[in-house]
């Protein structure tokens, strides 16, 4: 009766131990799964981060290219007023002369 006691104990404790190796053996293929995911996501991390740099490289070189032609366009649009102005002040000094010459008569 001991003697069966005893091999009922040890079978169980067989099958306690064949289910943990099972067990380990899942979690040791869960791990490797997890850092080759792991890997990947960073690599991907390490791309996209690359991505975003070429992006923002693209966007400063389109902004310096907006920054010069607004400086361009601001030069001919001062330079435009300038005229205006010179033209006014022209017209003004014809009509003070046409007021001048009226007034004379």
Do not use: C, H, P, W
């Amino acid at each position: 009766m001991i003697f069966i006691l005893f091999q009922k104990r040890a079978v169980k404790a067989e099958n306690n131990a064949t289910k943990l190796k099972q067990e380990n053996a899942l979690l040791q293929v869960q791990l490797k799964n997890y850092k080759t995911e792991n890997e990947a996501l960073r690599s991907g991390q390490s791309a996209s981060l690359s991505v975003v740099k070429q992006n923002a490289d693209l966007a400063l070189q389109n902004l310096l290219t907006v920054i010069t032609n607004s400086r361009s366009s601001i030069k001919q649009l001062v330079s435009g007023a300038e005229s205006l102005q010179l033209v006014a002040d022209l017209l003004k000094s014809i009509d003070r002369i046409s007021e001048m010459s009226e007034e004379g008569q």
